[in-house]
């Protein structure tokens, strides 16, 4: 009797034991492989506006140390986030600072200028 028990009791521990999970099955398309977002820093030149000549319609920029914005280049105006002008560097250059021509919208001193 005790080794019916036993046998009975090892059977039902192994039956436990031998429980398959299904696998799952593949994800079809684009997103069949899960990828790690892949970060890379905004490396766009900004600068900040120094002076304005509305009458002129020209600014003066001013650059942290590194790349100043080229020549003919256009960039963009913005105040607290939001796009407020358009401008088109003309030179002359000296140091950090370039001088731009205002093609569009009202620029103040102060407001944060990118490439676009």
């Given amino acids: 009797m005790r080794i019916a028990l036993g046998l009975l009791c090892g059977g039902l521990l192994l039956t436990g034991c031998l429980h398959h999970h299904p696998k799952p099955a593949p994800a079809s398309g684009r997103n069949a492989r899960t990828t790690n977002p892949v970060i890379q820093p905004d490396l766009r030149t900004t ?3 120094e002076m304005v000549n509305s009458s002129a319609r020209f600014v003066v920029l001013s650059f942290p140390p590194g790349p100043v914005s080229a020549p003919d280049q256009h960039l963009n105006v913005y105040r607290q ?17 370039t001088v ?3 093609l569009a919208g009202e620029i103040q001193v102060h407001d944060e200028v990118r490439e676009e």
């Fill in 47 to 49: 600068g900040e506006v």
């Fill in 100 to 102: 731009a021509d205002i």
């Fill in 81 to 97: 986030g939001l796009k407020v002008g358009e401008l088109k560097v003309t030179g002359p250059q000296r140091g950090n600072d």
